[in-house]
């Protein structure tokens, strides 16, 4: 399992790709998506495909929290999602230990990056306003109506 260069110091996330939280979870749905490669074959459209989902489904969430950040409500919504895929993962990585598709010390591991993603993304939350209000630079606007005439 190779390990992704974490940004650690950022002064100013420019995307969401710059942030922790979103690398992390990366790199967490590609160790899943190698590790499940192992698992049975008769466990492909269940365990595997819901496993699977879940881990990716995280930094989408991220992905879509960042992109909703013009409203702090949505921003939190969004990485609830995200908070509440991390523990589904981590739902499918213990059924994974006990059927005995993944040995304690793995299962131990997936536990520990998912309790300290999960971590980042409470802090997010906890500090929404510090992500939100700004408008995206990459937003469409159309030219201001005129509602009002000059009559004199």
């Known amino acids: 399992m190779s390990e992704m260069p974490y940004q650690s110091a950022l002064s100013h996330a420019q995307g969401f790709a710059d942030l ?4 992390i979870a990366l ?22 495909d819901q496993i699977r989902r879940s881990s990716r ?4 969430q ?5 992109a909703k950040r013009r409203y702090e ?11 509440s895929e991390c523990l589904e993962t981590l739902h499918w ?20 990056q998912y309790d300290r993603l ?3 993304i409470a802090g997010m939350i906890a500090k ?14 159309e030219t201001a109506a005129e509602y009002f005439t000059n009559n004199e």
């Open 20 to 23: 922790l939280a979103y690398q």
């Open 27 to 48: 790199q967490m749905q590609q160790e899943v998506f190698e590790i499940t490669r192992k698992f049975p074959r008769e466990e492909m459209y269940s365990l595997t």
């Open 57 to 60: 489904s995280v930094g989408a």
């Open 62 to 66: 991220i992905a879509e929290a960042w």
């Open 73 to 83: 409500a949505h921003f939190i919504s969004k990485l609830t999602d995200a908070d």
């Open 93 to 112: 990585i213990e059924t994974a230990r006990r059927c005995r598709y993944l040995a304690d010390e793995q299962a131990a591991h997936f536990a520990g």
């Open 118 to 120: 999960g971590r980042l």
């Open 128 to 141: 929404a306003s510090a992500f939100c209000g700004k408008p995206s630079t990459r937003q469409i606007r």
